[in-house]
């Protein structure tokens, strides 16, 4: 029988270095409403990976956290895709799926909010019993948009994405990636992160209806002085 999640080796090698006070467990959260995505630890090619399949379905396997916005440094992670989603594109709403998703969510002053985001996040409060992030940043494969693209979600301007990876060529290997946090958040939203309080990994295909399959390595977050001192 596989380990669950928390106590997997691919857990114990997903780091978070600069949390304040204690952080929950990586954990399988269902989206209300949408089929869940199948998440197990696995082997392959000698790594601890999260196996990820969707069947018209969409799912996160989450951690939260507290980092303070002076110790956001690196993230580093991987995955390995051997297809792409057919008809998928992230900037429309009807087909906004994704193989794989890196996702980092922040903590701000919410009422900065624009009215349909407040509105948006009274329906989440309602639907989940959690507070909307104030913002979103993830890291994603995309089918057309460029390589280090940014796209924003067509439902809120609270989420945007980067698109580390895209189009077929380098599907069926494992890719491996390191991005600067802070960096990636200023050119996504216009301004500095407030803490970061949560870092999922998300697969989904409910838009497009289709089955999808992925492997992710394991998630690290180095804090700016754990980067600094490894240059």
Known sequence: MPPTIADS??????????????ADAWRHWRLPGK?????????VNGRHALAASADAAASVVRRKVR??????????????????????DLAAREVADAP???????????????AKDAMLAELV???TGEEMPYATLMY?????????????SPRTGRIRK???ESGPARLGQWLDYERDVRADFERAFGEPPGPL???AVMTDSDNTRTSVKAWYGPVRLESRGDAQAAR
Not at 76 to 87: D, N, T
Not at 140 to 152: M, R
Request: charged share 15%; glycine share 8%.
């Open 125 to 127: 409060r309602a639907v």
């Open 162 to 164: 980067i698109a580390a």
């Open 67 to 88: 980092v303070e916005p002076e110790a956001l440094g690196l993230v580093r992670f991987s995955w390995k895709v051997p297809e792409l989603i057919a008809g998928a």
């Open 100 to 114: 794989v998703r890196i996702v980092l969510t922040f903590d701000g002053d919410r009422s900065r909010f624009s």
């Open 197 to 199: 309080v949560g870092i």
């Open 140 to 152: 994603v494969w995309a089918n057309q948009q460029p390589v280090d693209s940014l796209v924003h």
């Open 9 to 22: 080796p691919w857990a114990g090698a997903s780091t978070v270095a600069g949390v304040v006070g204690s």
């Open 35 to 43: 089929a869940e995505v199948r998440f197990v630890p696995v082997t």
